[in-house]
């Protein structure tokens, strides 16, 4: 599809258990953004890629949380020893850099630690 | 100060009528922005940009006012299917970062 594709859709595991959720972004899109939204909340920024620029992982929680980005391709991110805290929706959006265009969601990836 | 600041409501309508957001930021120098609208358990979709000289989709109609530092979203003769979460959106040009508001909660009663 030509939209931003996440994987999985729902995820269900154990605390302490390791999880890494995948973003497919539009292709082109330089730019790669990762949120996490809280049932009820609003948008938390987590980390944004720019091409091979270093990213930006001023809003990562905690050293548990990381992700990576080859180039302008998939990204992932991946929370170590989860947490019941940690269950969220974690979205994932891609733009253009040029001009100002707007970002482009995926469904999400529904998180739920037990 | 928040980065963008908008009032959650809820906002409870009746169908018809029209209702008003507004949205804050702090950025003076900020010049691209961007009403998102959030279905419950859904990715948050591009309603509508806001433009310098304002804009109209249909019954949206979005205008800025820099002096100010607000966007706002008026929406007309609203619809049972308008229910839903806007997010006012700032993307800055400088660092390429978007920055989302809490939302604003409307629910159009029939």
């Known amino acids: 599809g030509a939209g931003v594709s996440q994987s999985p859709s729902n995820k269900v595991t154990e605390k302490g258990k390791d999880v890494e959720l995948r973003c497919d972004p539009i292709s082109g899109h330089t730019a790669l953004y990762w949120y996490r939204q809280r049932l009820g909340q609003g948008l938390e920024f987590l980390i944004y890629f720019q091409g091979n620029s270093a990213p930006d992982k001023s809003g990562l929680p905690s050293d548990r949380f990381s992700a990576e980005r080859t180039g302008e391709s998939v990204s992932t991110l991946t929370i170590q020893r989860t947490q019941q805290e940690d269950s969220a929706v974690y979205l994932c959006?891609?733009?253009?850099?040029?001009?100002?265009?707007?970002?482009?969601f995926g469904q999400g990836t529904r998180l739920t630690v037990v | 100060r928040k980065e963008v600041e908008q009032d959650p409501g809820p906002f409870n309508v009746p169908e018809g009528a029209t209702v008003a957001f507004n949205c804050t930021y702090s950025?003076?120098?900020?010049?691209?922005f961007f009403w998102y609208r959030q279905d419950c358990r859904k990715e948050p979709k591009l309603l509508m940009s806001?433009?310098?000289s304002g804009n109209e989709d249909g019954r949206f109609t979005a205008q800025l006012n820099r002096a100010s530092q607000y966007i706002s979203l008026l929406i007309r003769d609203s619809k049972l299917s308008d229910s839903a979460t806007y997010l006012c959106?700032?993307?800055?040009?400088?660092?390429?970062?978007?920055?989302f508001g809490t939302g604003t909660s409307l629910t159009v009663i029939p």
């Open positions: 806001v433009y310098s």
């Open positions: 959006a891609s733009s253009l850099v040029q001009g100002w265009t707007e970002a482009f």
């Open positions: 950025n003076s120098a900020s010049q691209s």
């Open positions: 959106v700032d993307r800055r040009n400088t660092g390429n970062q978007f920055y």
